[in-house]
């Protein structure tokens, strides 16, 4: 059990527990987020918007959380800030959907384990994409 424990916390996982050091939504949101998805910069969906995110919010929360992970029409991988855990970066997502009337919860370890699962299919599918 130890063992497992240590291995999810090294991965920025909380698996339940408090996760030390990392951010809530709304600190992301204010201290990344915000600079695109208060104006709409790009085409992002406006904050409290519910028309604009209810199409995203309707698709579940794994896959636009993978997808805007690893980057998405105009928003760069991790919103730009390679800094950030994806648990924080799930977190903002989250943050916003409920702002606009989703009902997306706080990542926990299952919930990262499938954004992950998503975000590897994404990537692969760019790099399909890119081949000639």
């Known amino acids: 059990m130890t ?28 201290e990344t987020c915000f600079a695109c998805h208060a104006s709409g910069a790009a085409g992002a969906p406006k904050f409290e918007d519910r028309k604009a995110w209810a199409p995203l919010i309707k698709e579940g929360q794994v896959e636009p959380t993978a997808h805007a992970w690893v980057g998405v029409r105009g928003m760069p991988a991790k919103g730009g800030r390679p800094d950030l855990a994806l648990e924080e970066f799930a977190r903002a997502a989250a943050y916003m959907a409920r702002a606009a009337g989703g009902d997306w919860k706080d990542p926990d370890a299952k919930l990262l384990g499938r954004i992950r699962a998503e975000e590897k299919k994404r990537i692969e599918k760019l790099k399909s994409a890119k081949k000639p």
Not at 3 to 30: F, N, R, T
């Open 3 to 30: 063992k497992v424990l240590a291995v999810l916390l090294g991965a920025g996982i909380s698996a339940g527990l408090p996760a030390q050091g990392l951010k809530s939504g709304e600190q992301v949101y204010k």
